[in-house]
């Protein structure tokens, strides 16, 4: 029997590409550098913010935004149902308990009903994925007035109301 294998998270990367790559290994300088400096650069001018950060990966960003809010134990950071293991992770590195909820059916995305019944009083952060390119609906989640953490990873670019999603 032949197997089909469905390429999930290959990367595609044309010829440019693959020089820029080799160019960033050819500089010995592959965590830091003029790069990097040019992606922070050009990205915060992309989101229309005043700073962008690169890390090594989205865990880190999550980890690094929980510190920043000063979670940590005995607090609840509400997470959707249905999204990789490293919203969980980042909540367990800062020892706070990840509550996860339902996502809606339409969109995949974090259900704010869910949100609302999970809340109580040690509810510090909600992390939001914006799923497939999908804005979840950050409206809805602000009227709780509890910090909200936006996981742009799938949705770069996505616009909800006219702005961009990770500018909540």
């Given at each position: 029997?032949?197997?089909?294998?469905?390429?999930?998270?290959?990367?595609?990367?044309?010829?440019?590409?693959?020089?820029?790559?080799?160019?960033?290994?050819?500089?010995?300088?592959?965590?830091?550098?003029?790069?990097?400096?040019?992606?922070?650069?050009?990205?915060?001018?992309?989101?229309?913010?005043?700073?962008?950060?690169?890390?090594?990966?989205g865990?880190?960003?999550?980890?690094?935004?929980?510190?920043?809010?000063?979670?940590?134990?005995?607090?609840?950071?509400?997470?959707?149902?249905?999204?990789c293991?490293?919203?969980?992770?980042?909540?367990?590195?800062?020892?706070?308990?990840?509550?996860?909820?339902?996502?809606?059916?339409?969109?995949?995305?974090?259900?704010?009903?869910?949100?609302?019944?999970?809340?109580?009083?040690?509810?510090?952060?909600?992390?939001?994925?914006?799923?497939?390119?999908?804005?979840?609906?950050?409206?809805?989640?602000k009227?709780?007035?509890?910090?909200?953490?936006?996981?742009?990873?799938?949705?770069?670019?996505?616009?909800?109301?006219?702005?961009?999603?990770?500018?909540?």
């Amino acid at each position: 029997m032949k197997k089909h294998l469905i390429e999930h998270s290959k990367p595609t990367l044309d010829t440019v590409e693959y020089k820029k790559i080799l160019n960033i290994l050819k500089s010995g300088q592959i965590a830091q550098g003029p790069q990097v400096i040019k992606f922070e650069t050009d990205f915060s001018r992309f989101m229309s913010v005043k700073d962008a950060v690169a890390v090594n990966c989205g865990l880190s960003a999550l980890h690094l935004a929980l510190l920043a809010l000063g979670i940590g134990k005995n607090d609840e950071v509400i997470i959707p149902s249905y999204v990789c293991t490293a919203l969980f992770h980042a909540v367990q590195y800062v020892q706070a308990k990840a509550v996860n909820v339902d996502v809606n059916l339409h969109d995949g995305n974090i259900s704010s009903e869910a949100v609302k019944r999970a809340i109580t009083k040690k509810t510090k952060a909600i992390i939001v994925a914006h799923m497939f390119g999908c804005p979840a609906d950050i409206q809805a989640l602000k009227k709780f007035k509890i910090p909200i953490i936006e996981d742009c990873a799938q949705a770069i670019g996505a616009k909800q109301q006219g702005q961009l999603v990770g500018g909540c």
